[in-house]
T-cell receptor, first 113, second 116 residues
Framework: KAGVTQTPRYLIKTRGQQVTLSCSPI?????VSWYQQTPGQGLQFLFE???????NKGNFPGRFSGRQFSNSRSEMNVSTLELGDSALYLC????????????FGEGSRLTVL | AQSVAQPEDQVNVAEGNPLTVKCTYS??????LFWYVQYPNRGLQFLLK??????LVKGSYGFEAEFNKSQTSFHLKKPSALVSDSALYFC??????????????FGGGTRLMVKP
């Protein structure tokens, strides 16, 4: 069974640009969550989607957005990039609602110059 | 608001010795508690969780964790450490309120170094 796949793995952007990250969950998983990991702030919850609906959203500005498609694949978008957006963005899928047992991808490492 | 504290940035232990990685939490009501491990340049892997029942929870790779409600702690333990256990360990909590979904609050992480 394939794991959670995130693309791209690495990317470099400049301030003001926008970026879209993609996540393919484990087959059959309908819950997809996104987390931001930085050395200073640690792991912070961005949002969770289930059956194409956003269930929860973390404390991030509106520049951070996401969506989920009917096949459970998810994308997140960050517009007007800032230097502080440099981070490892982790996607996680779950086979159950509310289990907390998350299967993480290897992440997309974003560097903003 | 819920929070998780991991008071040690790093724990050093010799191979074969027991290890403990500490975690305390603050949450309204009864929590769901989790431990995850992150190896270099990888995503997180689920180790174990506590929802209810026995305070001692057993998980993957020989790890276990003890839930202590009075001390609001959920320490991760292993009787005999391996060099391959060296990694970054995260404690996490999910509030039991309705619609919390899979939204977890993570601690800052503890780096475990096991020396041969």
């Amino acid at each position: 069974k394939a794991g959670v796949t995130q693309t791209p793995r690495y990317l470099i952007k400049t301030r003001g640009q926008q970026v879209t990250l993609s996540c393919s969950p484990i087959s059959g998983h309908r819950s997809v969550s996104w987390y931001q990991q930085t050395p200073g702030q640690g792991l912070q919850f961005l949002f969770e989607y289930f059956s194409e609906t956003q269930r929860n959203k973390g404390n991030f500005p509106g520049r951070f957005s996401g969506r989920q498609f009917s096949n459970s694949r998810s994308e997140m978008n960050v517009s007007t990039l800032e230097l502080g957006d440099s981070a490892l963005y982790l996607c996680a899928s779950s086979g159950g609602l509310d289990t907390g047992e998350l299967f993480f991808g290897e992440g997309s490492r974003l560097t903003v110059l | 608001a819920q929070s998780v504290a991991q008071p040690e940035d790093q724990v050093n232990v010799a191979e074969g010795n027991p290890l403990t990685v500490k975690c305390t939490y603050s949450v309204s009501g009864n929590p769901y508690l989790f431990w995850y491990v992150q190896y270099p340049n990888r995503g997180l892997q689920f180790l174990l969780k506590y929802i209810t029942g026995d305070n001692l929870v057993k998980g993957s790779y020989g790890f276990e964790a003890e839930f202590n409600k009075s001390q609001t702690s959920f320490h991760l333990k292993k009787p005999s450490a391996l060099v391959s256990d060296s990694a970054l360990y995260f404690c996490a909590v999910r509030d039991k309120f309705n619609n919390a979904g899979n939204m977890l609050t993570f601690g800052g992480g503890t780096r475990l170094m096991v020396k041969p």
